[in-house]
């Protein structure tokens, strides 16, 4: 890896997120994409015949193009990548990596090769450059809300996909190692305390791990970002208090570095590595706080390899007012899940009630600070199985818990005239060992008869 062009890109975003005004972010935008645009359609064989004919005068005349979505992108993936990469072949690589747990090294020595799947069982699969995948760190660093008041920078990464092949970092103010999050927590905090790590980036599902350790970290973290999963507030608020520092969230999807936090704390989307377009569920375009946007549209404005334009994602966001940090980034208020989290109970008027997964995580976590983990799944739409991993540290016996959980979860659901049949276990969760990101959530979708 290149510290100084990581230095270089850590300056140029910051320029870009505290100096930019608006309509210098959309000028910006539209250049960007506008030069996507023309290089997809002269490498791409799918964009050249998709948007023949078409062409891109303002943000307006994007809007208009033809979107694609997951299903699409597989579908088209040998015409869609801009590298001659073959999904067969990669697809091969990707499940090989997966069974074997190795999730070192680049497919031809020159791409991270991501792997998400969706509910039906259906696989993404993402192409990175091995050049853009050595610089996100400092993207990371730049968009993570950190300043140079915080130096020195002594980051220990917890990575769930450890393909990058990431170098640690040893310069003089910062310094910067990795670990697979499958390291075990003892592990964890030894190499914590050892280096005397100030700032830990990981997945808030391996936080939630480390809550019973918090007391052995012999020096106090002094920030931790959280990245890969949503952070419900009460969860952020609860690892504040526990580790006793500031917790920031990166909002990043195999599909781009959608959002991160400012010095403020508050997240907002890059609108320089991303375009966002969000719809109601009239398909009106969302550009303010108050309606959930409940289609989103993705382009990622960095990675020409496999083009994502237009991409269609199940995020569903609400937008907040702007940020005291100045910054003319568009603020998310926040994450709601996303749509195949979303739960779909019968009411007693016999209506589909939609439950989103913050409220659910809501009343779950903050029933008891023992709930270390939970899993919720549907199994019919009026039939919840929950399962929770119980901390015994406190007084609580954790049946004891189960049973104030349930009386909670009834109480909530009623309020929305849900009767529904609760079936609580205690278990232990483990988070998965694969690539696969964990899932709290397993809905049915809003059909009735969607019983698969
Ligand atoms: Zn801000």
Known sequence: MNLLQGIRDYRLLNR?????????????????????????????????????????GSLEDFRQLPSINKQ???????????????????????????????????????????????????KGIFVTPKSMTERLPFVFLARSGLSSKDLPFRILFLLRVFSQGFEDINAPLIRLNYLS???????????????????????PSLVRQLLPWAGTITRPLRMIVSYAEVLEKEEKERFQRTFGTRVVEIYQASEGQIGSACRCGNLHINEDLVFIELYDKNGQLVDRPGPVGTKMFLTNLINTAQPLIRYEMNDLIQLGESCPCGSSFTVIDKVLGRNDDVLYLTNKNRILQPVYPDLMSRWIVTTSDSIREFRVSQISHSRLEITIDVLDSTGETRAAVAERLRTRLTDELSSYGIDADLDIRIETIRLPETMAKYKRFMGLGPELNNGS
């Open 181 to 203: 999050t499958m390291t075990p927590v003892d592990e964890i905090i030894r190499q914590i305390n050892d280096d005397h790590i100030n700032i830990l980036m990981a997945p």
């Open 16 to 56: 870009h997120l505290y100096r930019f005004s608006d309509e210098q972010i959309r000028a910006y935008q539209l250049s960007e994409l506008q030069k996507l645009v023309a290089f997809s359609m002269t490498h791409s064989r799918f964009y050249g015949d998709l948007y023949e004919g078409l062409s891109v």
């Open 72 to 122: 699409i992108m597989m579908d088209h993936f040998d015409d869609i990548n801009t590298c001659g990469l073959k999904l067969g072949a990669v697809r091969d690589y990707a499940v090989q990596k997966e069974l074997h747990g190795d999730y070192l090294g680049y497919y031809q020595d020159q791409y991270v090769i991501g792997l998400s799947s969706g509910t039906s069982g259906n």
